[in-house]
């Protein structure tokens, strides 16, 4: 198979998506990026209000539903960093309206 590209010049168009609809129950996976020396998948934009990656999970039932998920065997697994002066470099809110839960 070929290498796959997209192009779009429409706002509410992507350029290249990918959609598993699997009814099997099982791990579907709908876009899957794979490199042996470079990044699987890489993001970048120059947008002041949108982010380069984004992951979201829209699961109604409580579980293990992450929207980003960062693992590795030697290194680490999520990383940020910023010259920001006013923002985190990596932040994490819970809104839950749970007592002791922060």
């Known amino acids: 198979m ?19 609809t699997a ?15 470079g990044e699987g998948v890489h993001g970048d934009t120059n947008s002041e209000q949108h982010a380069a990656v984004a992951g979201f999970n829209n699961a109604q039932v409580p ?12 290194g ?6 910023t010259n920001s002066e006013q923002h985190a470099a990596v932040a994490g809110f819970n809104n839950a309206q749970v007592p002791d839960i922060a």
């Open 2 to 20: 070929g290498a796959v590209q997209g192009d779009s010049n429409q706002s509410g168009v992507p350029a290249v998506s990918g959609k598993n």
């Open 23 to 37: 009814a099997n129950g099982g791990v579907a996976i709908g876009v899957l990026g794979t490199s042996n020396k």
């Open 63 to 74: 579980g293990i539903a992450w929207g980003v998920f960062g693992s590795s065997k030697v």
């Open 76 to 81: 680490e697994g999520v990383h940020g960093d």
